[in-house]
Protein backbone atom coordinates (compact mmCIF):
# COMPACT_ATOMS: atom_id res chain seq x y z
CA UNK A 1 0.00 0.00 0.00
CA UNK A 2 3.13 2.47 0.82
CA UNK A 3 4.42 1.55 -2.48
CA UNK A 4 1.15 2.63 -3.95
CA UNK A 5 0.41 5.60 -2.52
CA UNK A 6 4.27 7.02 -2.93
CA UNK A 7 3.92 6.50 -6.58
CA UNK A 8 0.42 7.99 -7.10
CA UNK A 9 2.32 11.09 -5.59
CA UNK A 10 1.36 10.70 -1.63
CA UNK A 11 3.52 12.20 1.01
CA UNK A 12 4.61 8.80 2.50
CA UNK A 13 6.78 7.90 5.26
CA UNK A 14 9.15 4.50 5.07
CA UNK A 15 8.94 1.54 7.71
CA UNK A 16 12.31 2.25 8.97
CA UNK A 17 14.11 5.64 8.22
CA UNK A 18 17.72 5.77 8.37
CA UNK A 19 19.25 7.05 11.48
CA UNK A 20 22.83 7.17 9.93
CA UNK A 21 21.81 9.40 6.71
CA UNK A 22 19.35 12.61 7.65
CA UNK A 23 17.16 10.72 9.18
CA UNK A 24 14.57 11.11 6.20
CA UNK A 25 15.31 8.31 3.91
CA UNK A 26 13.91 4.69 4.13
CA UNK A 27 16.29 1.81 4.64
CA UNK A 28 15.80 -0.79 2.55
CA UNK A 29 14.44 -4.22 4.06
CA UNK A 30 17.88 -5.72 4.34
CA UNK A 31 19.24 -3.26 6.03
CA UNK A 32 16.08 -2.92 9.57
CA UNK A 33 17.48 -3.40 12.61
CA UNK A 34 17.54 -6.88 14.05
CA UNK A 35 14.20 -8.32 15.84
CA UNK A 36 16.11 -8.14 18.98
CA UNK A 37 17.77 -4.17 18.82
CA UNK A 38 14.60 -3.03 20.66
CA UNK A 39 15.72 0.96 20.95
CA UNK A 40 16.56 0.99 17.59
CA UNK A 41 12.68 -0.09 17.01
CA UNK A 42 11.54 2.11 19.34
CA UNK A 43 13.72 4.92 18.08
CA UNK A 44 12.67 4.98 14.31
CA UNK A 45 8.98 5.95 15.75
CA UNK A 46 10.50 9.30 17.05
CA UNK A 47 12.15 9.86 13.67
CA UNK A 48 9.25 9.18 11.70
CA UNK A 49 6.93 11.44 13.96
CA UNK A 50 9.30 14.23 13.60
CA UNK A 51 9.35 13.72 10.24
CA UNK A 52 5.52 13.74 9.75
CA UNK A 53 5.51 16.88 11.90
CA UNK A 54 7.38 18.41 9.14
CA UNK A 55 4.93 18.02 6.09
CA UNK A 56 1.93 18.66 8.68
CA UNK A 57 3.30 22.14 9.59
CA UNK A 58 3.21 22.76 5.80
CA UNK A 59 -0.29 21.02 5.15
CA UNK A 60 0.68 17.75 3.97
CA UNK A 61 -1.12 14.67 4.66
CA UNK A 62 0.87 12.11 5.42
CA UNK A 63 0.99 8.43 5.24
CA UNK A 64 3.14 6.62 7.65
CA UNK A 65 4.15 2.88 6.57
CA UNK A 66 3.60 1.76 10.35
CA UNK A 67 4.11 3.83 13.49
CA UNK A 68 4.43 3.32 17.13
CA UNK A 69 1.05 1.33 17.00
CA UNK A 70 3.03 -1.31 15.36
CA UNK A 71 5.35 -1.74 18.26
CA UNK A 72 2.53 -2.60 20.63
CA UNK A 73 1.48 -4.93 17.85
CA UNK A 74 4.76 -6.65 17.92
CA UNK A 75 4.81 -7.04 21.52
CA UNK A 76 0.87 -8.16 21.83
CA UNK A 77 1.74 -11.20 18.65
CA UNK A 78 4.15 -12.64 20.96
CA UNK A 79 2.85 -15.56 23.22
CA UNK A 80 5.39 -14.31 25.96
CA UNK A 81 5.36 -10.57 25.17
CA UNK A 82 3.09 -9.34 28.28
CA UNK A 83 5.70 -7.69 30.21
CA UNK A 84 6.92 -5.91 26.60
CA UNK A 85 3.42 -5.08 25.63
CA UNK A 86 3.30 -3.01 29.17
CA UNK A 87 6.45 -1.50 28.73
CA UNK A 88 5.92 0.06 25.02
CA UNK A 89 2.31 0.96 26.01
CA UNK A 90 4.06 2.96 29.15
CA UNK A 91 6.83 4.64 26.99
CA UNK A 92 3.99 5.07 23.62
CA UNK A 93 1.90 7.38 26.84
CA UNK A 94 4.80 9.14 27.72
CA UNK A 95 6.30 9.91 24.34
CA UNK A 96 2.70 11.07 22.99
CA UNK A 97 2.41 12.85 25.80
CA UNK A 98 5.80 15.01 25.72
CA UNK A 99 5.03 15.66 21.61
CA UNK A 100 7.54 12.99 20.33
CA UNK A 101 5.24 10.49 19.42
CA UNK A 102 1.66 11.52 17.17
CA UNK A 103 -1.80 9.43 17.07
CA UNK A 104 -2.51 9.14 13.60
CA UNK A 105 -5.81 10.92 12.67
CA UNK A 106 -7.18 7.48 11.15
CA UNK A 107 -5.05 4.21 11.05
CA UNK A 108 -5.46 2.10 7.90
CA UNK A 109 -5.07 -1.63 8.27
CA UNK A 110 -4.79 -4.32 5.59
CA UNK A 111 -5.77 -7.49 6.46
CA UNK A 112 -4.43 -10.88 4.65
CA UNK A 113 -4.94 -14.60 6.24
CA UNK A 114 -1.80 -15.69 7.59
CA UNK A 115 -0.90 -17.76 4.45
CA UNK A 116 -1.05 -15.05 2.13
CA UNK A 117 0.94 -13.00 4.20
CA UNK A 118 3.55 -15.34 4.87
CA UNK A 119 3.54 -16.14 0.62
CA UNK A 120 3.60 -12.12 0.28
CA UNK A 121 6.51 -11.57 2.09
CA UNK A 122 8.18 -14.96 1.32
CA UNK A 123 11.26 -12.81 0.02
CA UNK A 124 11.77 -10.78 3.08
CA UNK A 125 11.13 -12.15 5.77
CA UNK A 126 13.73 -13.39 8.25
CA UNK A 127 13.42 -16.68 10.16
CA UNK A 128 14.42 -15.65 13.52
CA UNK A 129 11.36 -13.12 13.17
CA UNK A 130 8.32 -13.97 15.20
CA UNK A 131 6.47 -12.88 12.54
CA UNK A 132 7.69 -15.77 10.25
CA UNK A 133 5.42 -17.68 12.73
CA UNK A 134 1.36 -18.25 11.70
CA UNK A 135 0.70 -18.47 15.29
CA UNK A 136 2.16 -15.13 15.61
CA UNK A 137 0.40 -13.73 13.22
CA UNK A 138 -2.40 -14.93 14.49
CA UNK A 139 -2.02 -12.97 17.47
CA UNK A 140 -0.75 -9.91 15.63
CA UNK A 141 -4.72 -10.20 13.61
CA UNK A 142 -6.41 -10.50 16.98
CA UNK A 143 -4.28 -7.39 18.17
CA UNK A 144 -5.08 -4.93 15.17
CA UNK A 145 -8.83 -5.92 15.28
CA UNK A 146 -8.99 -3.84 18.23
CA UNK A 147 -5.91 -2.22 19.21
CA UNK A 148 -8.26 -0.19 22.22
CA UNK A 149 -9.30 -2.53 23.55
CA UNK A 150 -5.89 -4.80 24.31
CA UNK A 151 -4.00 -1.70 25.05
CA UNK A 152 -6.63 0.11 27.18
CA UNK A 153 -6.87 -3.18 29.50
CA UNK A 154 -3.36 -1.99 30.39
CA UNK A 155 -2.87 1.27 29.55
CA UNK A 156 -6.66 2.74 30.18
CA UNK A 157 -6.00 6.23 28.86
CA UNK A 158 -3.51 5.19 26.09
CA UNK A 159 -6.61 3.00 25.13
CA UNK A 160 -9.36 5.70 25.44
CA UNK A 161 -6.91 7.82 23.07
CA UNK A 162 -6.71 4.83 20.07
CA UNK A 163 -10.55 4.69 20.73
CA UNK A 164 -10.59 7.93 19.37
CA UNK A 165 -9.12 7.87 16.11
CA UNK A 166 -10.43 6.70 13.18
CA UNK A 167 -10.20 2.66 12.16
CA UNK A 168 -9.84 2.13 8.12
CA UNK A 169 -10.21 -1.68 7.73
CA UNK A 170 -9.30 -3.12 4.14
CA UNK A 171 -8.24 -6.39 2.96
CA UNK A 172 -4.72 -6.23 1.48
CA UNK A 173 -6.47 -9.00 -1.40
CA UNK A 174 -8.55 -6.23 -3.13
CA UNK A 175 -6.24 -4.39 -5.91
CA UNK A 176 -4.15 -1.77 -4.99
CA UNK A 177 -5.95 1.12 -7.05
CA UNK A 178 -9.22 -0.09 -5.32
CA UNK A 179 -7.30 0.63 -1.55
CA UNK A 180 -5.70 3.55 -3.02
CA UNK A 181 -9.36 5.34 -3.48
CA UNK A 182 -10.31 4.17 -0.40
CA UNK A 183 -7.46 5.61 1.72
CA UNK A 184 -7.43 8.99 -0.90
CA UNK A 185 -10.48 9.62 0.78
CA UNK A 186 -9.16 9.94 4.28
CA UNK A 187 -7.58 13.00 3.08
CA UNK A 188 -6.16 15.81 0.71
CA UNK A 189 -4.07 13.62 -1.05
CA UNK A 190 -3.10 14.42 -5.23
Known amino acids: ?33 LVSDDDAHQDNWIRKAAQAKIALGQDITVFSDRDWLSSLAYAYSLADGADLLAERASWAKRNLHDGN ?12 AVPVSLQ ?38 LGELIAQTSVLHISGLEPPSRNLRLVRRLGRTP
Open 101 to 112: LLLGDVYVILHL
Open 120 to 157: RRSTRLRPEHPWSSPAVLDRLATFYRSPAQIIGSIEPA
Open 1 to 33: MAETLAAAGCCVIGEYLDAEADGTAALPVDQHP
